[in-house]
Every structure is written in structure tokens, then in C-alpha cells.
């Protein structure tokens, strides 16, 4: 018996509006609801990417077990290697820096940034994993 | 152009060897690198499960850009409805509390527990978001 996939992945930030703007119109990601001072959960794919501001969810009043924590997280996106000269010219566009690029031995390139509260965020091809990269979306990767 | 998909979810911990015996044994993920002191890296179906020491992975000196918060993070693994009486019968033969069960009004359930430095993690259909279940495993999940 085995966990078989990550369904949701947290980031913490200190400001939810400069967060949903940043992860939607920069990186693409659809805004499936919010609370105002709470959270911003956002649709990537398959998965959810849940921003919480980390005061809210601290709380040990709501029926959600209290979680919350402070400093720089991380999440790594895939994208596959024919990808990551577009993203740098897309975040080039946006005037987000790009805070590194690494080309890994397997031959996988992973580039990285940072969302606006910190996180360190990171495109990278599944490569670097040894694994096949993805393969091209289709319409039907939008269907739940 | 949008971020297709999570490839690399990141927690923090204060053990690495008790988080690596917890991921693997009790939650099923593959061990794929470790480097002692500083990170545990587990693979949970396409994606990757990061567990940093957070004092050494905000060490600015290296090639990877520095992260690392403190207090409790979240992440939720996949679980259908009917996995999850599976998933409370073997936390419990390990011992390990449920920390809450709830079910939502779109009729998905989650299951929340700790892992051992704090963490909130939390099984749950993918019915909480609105989507199918996952559909069954096959052997072909396993090869990337």
C-alpha cells in the first residue's frame, strides 16, 4: 500500500493578492477559489497548489488541522528542456528575474526564480529525475 | 503558456532518518537520494516528495538556490474514497493517530495525520476538488 500521487502542494506568503496575480497571469495557473486573508488554492494540472497565508491557517479554531510555516518554501513545475527558453523569455517579459539556470548531468535544466513572497520556484524537466519528459498537452489534459 | 503540472513538492523536518522510515515504511514512497544532514529525496508516483533539514538547504553558498521555512507545512496525496478505511487501518497498525477525518460536501473525504517532524499531511479523493477519482493502478505506472 502506497501513497500514489501528490494531490495538493502548499506555499506559504504574506500576500495572497500579489500571490494570485504572480500565479496566474505569470505562471498559468487556474484560480479555483479564495478566502481573503486566508488563501488562494489554485489548479495546476492534476494537482492543486494551495497558498495560505501562514497567521490564517495557524489557527486551531477551524475544523482544518493548524498548519503554517515561515521562510522560503520550494515547488518545481515540469517543464520539459524546449520549454525553458520560453519561460525565461516569458519571465524576462513580466521583469522577473531569473535566479539561476542549471544544466543537470543527466542533461535535465532546471531554472529557477522566486514568487513574490520568496518562495523559491523552479521549472525543470523531468530529466533531471531520469525520467522521460512529458508528453505534449492535449485538449483532453484539461477534463478532470 | 502555463505550468502544466507539480513535479517536485517540498517539506521540512527535523529528522531525516525519522521522516525517511515514516515516508517509505508507513506511506509507501521510493527512496531515490539521500544525503545525510541535509535532504531525504522519495519519489511518490510521477513527482518527487523533497525533505530538507532546513537550517542546510538555506546555506546560500551552494549551487542550489537557498529555501527552508519552519513550523508545520501540508501536503495531500491522492486517495479515493474507498482507499481511505485502508489508509486509517494501517496508520493505525503503525501506531500513528488520525488526526481528523472530514467529509466535504461534494461527497470527497479527507483523512489528516503527522508525519514525524509536524507536518500536516492529508489523504483525499480528488473528489474534494470537483474531479474524478484516480483511476486504478496499473503496472504501467511504474515505469516513468
Redo the contacts between chains.
Keep these: 500500500?502506497?501513497?500514489?500521487?501528490?494531490?495538493?502542494?502548499?506555499l506559504?506568503v504574506d500576500d495572497l493578492e500579489a500571490a494570485e496575480r504572480f500565479y496566474v497571469d505569470v505562471?498559468?495557473?487556474t484560480l479555483?477559489t479564495r478566502r481573503p486573508g486566508r488563501h488562494v488554492f489554485l489548479?495546476?494540472?492534476?494537482?492543486?497548489?494551495?497558498l495560505?497565508d501562514?497567521l490564517a491557517c495557524?489557527s486551531v479554531e477551524g475544523?482544518?488541522?493548524?498548519?503554517?510555516?515561515?521562510?522560503?518554501?520550494?515547488?518545481?513545475?515540469?517543464?520539459g528542456n524546449a520549454d525553458l527558453p520560453?519561460?525565461r523569455e516569458?519571465l524576462s517579459g513580466f521583469g522577473i528575474p531569473i535566479?539561476?539556470l542549471?544544466t543537470w548531468p543527466g542533461g535535465g535544466q532546471s531554472l529557477?526564480l522566486?514568487d513574490p513572497a520568496g518562495?523559491?520556484l523552479?521549472?525543470?524537466s523531468?530529466r533531471i529525475?531520469?525520467?522521460?519528459e512529458?508528453p505534449a498537452?492535449t485538449a483532453s489534459?484539461s477534463v478532470?
Tied chains: 1, 2.
Design positions: 500500500m502506497k501513497a500514489r500521487r501528490v494531490l495538493e502542494t502548499c506559504y505562471l498559468g495557473l479555483v489548479r495546476c494540472g492534476q494537482q492543486m497548489v494551495l495560505f501562514p495557524q475544523e482544518i488541522p493548524p498548519h503554517g510555516a515561515r521562510g522560503p518554501g520550494h515547488v518545481a513545475f515540469a517543464a520560453n519561460w516569458r535566479e539561476r542549471i529557477y522566486r518562495n523559491s523552479e521549472f525543470a523531468p529525475w531520469g525520467w522521460n512529458d498537452p489534459d478532470p
